[in-house]
């Protein structure tokens, strides 16, 4: 079974602090992503990448920073948190270019910013 | 442009009786189709996909999705809803291989009743 484990359930940091969220997949995958997920507004992503220290812009990149340094582990930077960053965070990753491609997802970090 | 809206923000069934979740998409081109289940505190796990072969499409636990094209629509359908069934769906469409390309709806919570 595909695993994509990330670094913390549950975290919480104060305005300003420089905030890292690892994700770690274990299938040799291409492509990974970040996303965040808020009540009503369903998943939007972040960030994704398709190969080592590739990456291309989500739709709300803006805040966020990621890196790719290995292929397995993708990395998501809240360079300075912000209370409206507060949100569950999910990672994923898929294997292939094919949009018929599952998806698989880690657990999710909580992040709340005070 | 493609879009994926799912009808409703929640539903509740009775257990044992039948769930219908609705999903439509629009898309310029051949999508291909997911639902995914996230239970609460967890990440997201598939649950079935169209992917221009069969229109009628399996999945876990007992659900099933019919792609029609006529109205395109992909809802997601169980015969007798079991207590364990209570998460948030959510359904997905893909057009190309390109990750960004992957546009998912707000999701649909669905309540299982005693």
């Known amino acids: 079974d595909v695993k994509v484990t990330q670094s913390s359930r549950y975290l919480v940091k104060r305005t300003g602090e420089k905030v890292f969220l690892e994700c770690v997949q274990d299938?040799?995958?291409?492509?990974m992503f970040w996303y965040r997920q808020d009540p009503g507004l369903g998943l939007r992503l972040i960030y994704f990448?398709?190969?080592?220290?590739?990456?291309e812009k989500g739709d709300i990149p803006e805040g966020y920073s990621v890196s790719r340094e290995k292929k397995e582990r993708f990395s998501l930077i809240l360079e300075s948190a912000s209370t409206n960053q507060t949100s569950m965070y999910l990672c994923?990753?898929?294997?292939?270019?094919?949009?018929?491609?599952?998806?698989?997802f880690g657990p999710g970090t909580r992040l709340l910013v005070l | 442009a493609q879009s994926v809206t799912q009808l409703d923000s929640h539903v509740s069934v009775s257990e044992g009786t039948p769930v219908l979740l609705r999903c439509n998409y629009s898309?310029?081109?051949?999508?291909?189709l997911f639902w995914y289940v996230q239970h609460p505190n967890k990440g997201l796990q598939l649950l079935l996909k169209?992917?221009?072969?069969?229109?009628l499409v399996k999945g876990i636990n007992g659900f099933e999705a019919e792609f029609k094209k006529s109205e395109t629509s992909f809802h997601l359908t169980k015969p007798s809803a079991h207590m364990s069934d209570a998460a948030e769906y959510f359904c997905?469409?893909?057009?190309?291989?390109?990750?960004?390309?992957?546009?998912f709806g707000s999701g649909t919570r669905l309540s299982i009743r005693p």
């Open positions: 994923a990753s898929r294997g292939g270019t094919g949009g018929f491609e599952t998806q698989y």
């Open positions: 299938m040799d995958h291409e492509n």
């Open positions: 990448s398709y190969d080592v220290k590739m990456k």
């Open positions: 898309s310029s081109y051949s999508p291909s």
């Open positions: 169209y992917t221009s072969a069969a229109t």
């Open positions: 997905v469409v893909t057009v190309y291989s390109s990750a960004s390309k992957i546009i």
